[in-house]
């Protein structure tokens, strides 16, 4: 299993920047894939943008294209989400996941909220 813990989140004004970490533990390295969901209240989680964990092949939500970025820290085990460009819509508990053999996103923090003021 892997344990993952969400940090980065906060207040942001519209047209901010915000930068979510995420860090794993227990067996990182043998995850086939890391991403980023987000969840509104009264709404289901979404897919934000994920990252191949050994090529680093990225691949991201419509909503969220050319505006959010993704890498990992393979010394750090940490997957991160760089946010420009923030919207109000852009308000979400944002929680990273990890796919640990190709067959879906199973493991799951405990989500960080990130507010955008407009």
């Known amino acids: 299993q892997v344990q993952l813990v969400e940090s980065g989140g906060g207040l942001v004004q519209a047209g901010g920047s915000l930068r979510l970490s995420c860090a794993a533990s227990?067996?990182?390295?043998?995850?086939?894939?890391m991403g980023w969901f987000r969840q509104t209240p009264g709404k289901e989680r979404e897919f934000v943008a994920a990252?191949?964990?050994?090529?680093?092949?990225?691949w991201f939500a419509d909503s969220v294209k050319g505006r959010f970025t993704i890498s990992r820290d393979n010394r750090k085990n940490t997957v991160y989400l760089q946010m420009e460009s923030l919207k109000p819509d852009d308000t979400a508990v944002y929680y990273c996941?990890?796919?640990?053999?190709?067959?879906?996103?199973?493991?799951w923090g405990q989500g960080t909220q990130v507010t955008v003021s407009s």
């Open positions: 996941a990890a796919d640990l053999n190709g067959g879906g996103f199973g493991s």
């Open positions: 227990g067996r990182p390295a043998s995850s086939y894939a």
């Open positions: 990252i191949r964990w050994k090529s680093g092949i990225t």
